[in-house]
């Protein structure tokens, strides 16, 4: 019984809390300065400046289909290479959400910024592309600017059913 008063208790004051009551609107104006420094955005900052500019695809744009089926889930193929100035259109074929995640400890550092901005603007983190649910939604990621190397990705919703690749750079 008494932890029930302590539940109600708590409940009527957070309730009159959240009334509030009639207060006017907060009308203050704040300057915000969006001025940007000289040379770019400040280190450290994660914003477009700072993760580089996407550079557009120069060569041919390969299709990889993005797979879920009674076989497995997988990417066909999982392992392309590719030369520098191609694309890879990630189509989803079956078996969604897929999304396309590139192994940020395997991307050497001074190529992050590069691929990261190559993804396009939708994306759930630094070198993860954002959620396709269905049949013939795609990601397009540009290997323009993207130097020789091996890049180890997945598909961050089925990769413990090994949905994995390898994109190699020549």
Known sequence: ??????????????????????????????AVDTAMPAGGMAAGTTTPAAMGTMAAI????HTVNMVGDA????FE???ITVKQGDGIKFM???????????????????VKAQLDANMG??????????????PN????????NIKAGNYPYNCVPH????????????
């Open 121 to 134: 603007t939708e994306k759930m983190g630094e070198l993860s592309s954002a959620m396709k649910m269905n």
């Open 77 to 79: 193929p999982a392992n």
């Open 92 to 110: 989803v074929v079956s078996g969604g959400p897929h999304n396309v995640a590139f192994d940020p400890a395997s991307v050497p550092a001074d």
């Open 1 to 30: 019984m008494r932890f029930y008063s302590l539940a109600i208790v708590g409940a009527a004051l957070a309730l009159g809390a959240c009334a509030g009551g009639d207060k006017p609107a907060d009308t203050t104006a704040v």
């Open 159 to 170: 990769v413990a059913m090994n949905m994995k690749g390898v994109v190699t750079v020549q």
């Open 71 to 74: 076989k497995g889930y997988r």
């Open 137 to 144: 939604e795609s990601i397009t990621v540009s290997f323009a």
């Open 58 to 61: 120069t060569g041919k744009t």
